[in-house]
Structure formats: structure tokens, C-alpha cells
């Protein structure tokens, strides 16, 4: 079965680089997701990859994937207060032909003055 | 241009009640999936609703059931509730396949 594992706490000081990490057990997976969820908010996109990319960059945003060993990562360059906020990883897996997002549990990101 | 538009917002239900959350997919958008987030979770997929039928589902009991409209508008029904059914219930439109927008969630607690 489909299973997305995070680690679940991330601290960092303003201006560092932040690196949150992810593993993926669905090799069929075409698509992987980044998104972010406020408090008390929903979940915004914040970037994906296809699955025969390696690496792909948007502005402060940086995913790496390592397909071979199902990895992923999304470093956010000069982090900032605002960044803080808890970072899901999803996969797109599909079933009987039909695609649906399968989440992992999430890494809250601590961003301190 | 309105993106995925849930309702209502809040929601405090007592337990073996029922309830119905509504979601408005975004303009275009034919394909409306529903997730339940509970408290420190990820979400979790519930099912998928194309062209008026559930075409995939979660590992959610039959108490979960949803319907969707000629306008791809859909609700989400939950039977006999239980305080476990507390979460945040998320739904997400797009076009067909890939693409996801999620709206803002309903919080549901079960008292």
C-alpha cells in the first residue's frame, strides 16, 4: 500500500535554508506535492515535480528527487517568519485507473527571529 | 476567478446526529474529492466524485456518502456521528485528472 513518511519538527533561525525531508513507497506515482497549511487554514500548493524530473526550482523553492531511492525534499531558501507553517508531501497514486493524493503526516516548520 | 468555495466554515454536531458539508468546486473544474484531516494528521482521502458518481473510495465507513450536482458542486454526508468523525473536511477540486485546488475546510466537532 501507498505510504508517505515525514519527520514531524523542523526549527530554523530566519535567513537559514530550510530542508524538509520525505520517503514515498508508490513507484507509480507521476506527480509529487509540496503544499502548506497555515494555521486554521487549508492547504495551498506550493510546488510539484514529475516523477522524471530531478530537480526542480521556483524562486526560494527547491525539490530534489531521488526516485530510486523514493525521496524528496523541499528546501526553502532565506526562510523567513512567515514560512512557518506545517509542510505536507503527497504523492499521486492511483487506484483503478483514477488518481488521488496521498498525504504524508507533516513537518511543522518553527521559523525564529 | 473563485477558487474552491466550502461551506459552512465551523460546524459543532452531537454525537449520532447527521450532517451534510458543501463544496463549490473552482470555475472549470469537474472533479470534486473529499478528505478528512484530523487534528496533527495529514489528510486523508475519503472519495471522489466525477460526472455525478463516486468513482473511488477511501477506507471510510458506509456512515460517509456524498453526491454530486450537474454543476460539479458536491456534499459530503455523515451518519450516526461519532466524536472520532472531529476533523477538518477538505475538499478538493480539478479538471479530470491531476492539478488539485483545495478549499479552505470545514472544522466539524462532535460533541
Known amino acids: 500500500g501507498e505510504d508517505v513518511e515525514q519527520s514531524l519538527f523542523l526549527s530554523v533561525r530566519e535567513g537559514d535554508s530550510s530542508v524538509i525531508n520525505c520517503t514515498y513507497t508508490?513507484?507509480?506515482?507521476?506527480?509529487l506535492y509540496w503544499y502548506k497549511q497555515e494555521p486554521g487554514a487549508g492547504l495551498q500548493l506550493l510546488t510539484y515535480?514529475?516523477?522524471?524530473?530531478d530537480m526542480k526550482q521556483d524562486q526560494r523553492l527547491t525539490v530534489l528527487l531521488n526516485k530510486k531511492d523514493k525521496h524528496l525534499s523541499l528546501r526553502i531558501a532565506d526562510t523567513q517568519t512567515g514560512d512557518s507553517a506545517i509542510y505536507f508531501c503527497?504523492?499521486?497514486?492511483?487506484?483503478?485507473?483514477?488518481?488521488?493524493?496521498?498525504f504524508g503526516k507533516g513537518t511543522m516548520l518553527l521559523v525564529s527571529p | 476567478d473563485a477558487g474552491v468555495t466550502q461551506s459552512p466554515t465551523h460546524l459543532i454536531k452531537t454525537r449520532g446526529q447527521q450532517v451534510t458539508l458543501r463544496c463549490s468546486p473552482k470555475?472549470?473544474?469537474?472533479?470534486v474529492s473529499w478528505y478528512q484531516q484530523a487534528l496533527g494528521q495529514g489528510p486523508q482521502f475519503i472519495f471522489q466524485?466525477?460526472?455525478?458518481?463516486?468513482?473511488q473510495r477511501g477506507n471510510f465507513p458506509d456512515r460517509f456518502s456524498g453526491h454530486q450536482f450537474p454543476n460539479y458542486s458536491s456534499e459530503l454526508n455523515v451518519n450516526a456521528l461519532l466524536l472520532g468523525d472531529s476533523a477538518l473536511y477538505l475538499c478538493?477540486?480539478?479538471?479530470?485528472?491531476?492539478?488539485?485546488?483545495f478549499g479552505s475546510g470545514t472544522r466539524l466537532t462532535v460533541v
Open positions: 466524485y466525477y460526472e455525478e458518481e463516486e468513482r
Open positions: 478538493a477540486s480539478s479538471l479530470s485528472e491531476g492539478g488539485y485546488t
Open positions: 508508490d513507484s507509480s506515482s507521476t506527480y
Open positions: 470555475s472549470g473544474h469537474d472533479t
Open positions: 515535480i514529475f516523477s522524471n524530473m
Open positions: 503527497a504523492e499521486n497514486t492511483r487506484n483503478s485507473g483514477y488518481s488521488t493524493l496521498t
